[in-house]
């Protein structure tokens, strides 16, 4: 049962435009959600994080909206960049456990 | 402040042999977890250490085993290697609990199993 989905599973899109990723949770007990970039053969890295108690945080070109009652996320870069091409996670965690849940995560190219 | 450092970067094994990952968190955090990312299974939480107790565990065989240091350094190891097990394996450090629940990732052990 995934609980954390990315239903694409990759996204085209022109420099200087705006990215859309997408994410959608089925687990009703996550409260932190949290989104990471990740090129081949490294380990991810931390781009944004939001809690529950929120529906919007930024952080430069990065923004992330929570709707709790659709259970979805969404994750906007603005302007996108060549360098932001890479694979995106979604994850949540639930309380005081460390365990993050991933989706299967989204392609994104940005095409000069 | 230097990041999580995993060691070795790659590894090729043969299937029935035994394997061990390590991990040094950053400095200053002291919960370590570690991931298996595969194509199939993407990324996967095995299990997740704070001041040298296992806190939680994910859907692994007992194969799969973990242990932290009193430096919080970490090990996992696996035993009876498959096949299967061939994939990228991560460990991540948390900061201490309290200031933020986001893990910051090594650059992961890539596992080949032949």
């Known amino acids: 049962d995934q609980q954390v989905k990315q239903n694409s599973p990759s996204l085209s899109v022109q420099e200087g435009r705006i990215s859309i990723l997408n994410c959608d949770y089925t687990n009703s007990m996550f409260d932190y959600f949290l989104w990471y970039k990740k090129y081949p053969a490294e380990g991810p890295t931390f781009l944004i994080s939001i809690s529950s108690i929120k529906d919007k945080n930024e952080d430069g070109r990065f923004t992330v909206f929570l709707n709790k009652s659709a259970k979805h996320l969404s994750l906007h870069i603005v302007p996108s960049q060549p360098g932001d091409s890479a694979v995106y996670f979604c994850?949540?965690?639930?309380?005081?456990?460390?365990?993050?849940?991933f989706g299967k995560g989204t392609l994104l190219t940005v095409n000069p | 402040k230097a990041g999580v450092t995993q060691t070795p970067r790659y590894l090729i094994k043969t299937r029935g042999q035994q394997v061990t990952l390590s991990c040094s968190p950053i400095s200053g955090h002291r919960s370590v977890s570690w991931y298996q990312q595969t194509p199939g299974q993407g990324l996967q939480f095995l299990f997740e250490y704070f001041s040298e107790t296992q806190r939680n565990k994910g859907n692994f065989p007992g194969r799969f085993s973990g242990r932290q240091f009193s430096n919080s350094r970490s090990e996992m190891n696996v035993s009876t290697l498959e096949l299967g097990d061939s994939a990228l394996y991560l460990c991540?450090?948390?900061?201490?609990?309290?200031?933020?629940?986001?893990?910051?990732f090594g650059q992961g052990t890539r596992l080949t199993v032949v």
């Open positions: 994850a949540a965690k639930s309380g005081s456990n460390y365990k993050l849940t």
């Open positions: 991540a450090s948390i900061r201490t609990p309290g200031q933020g629940p986001e893990a910051f």
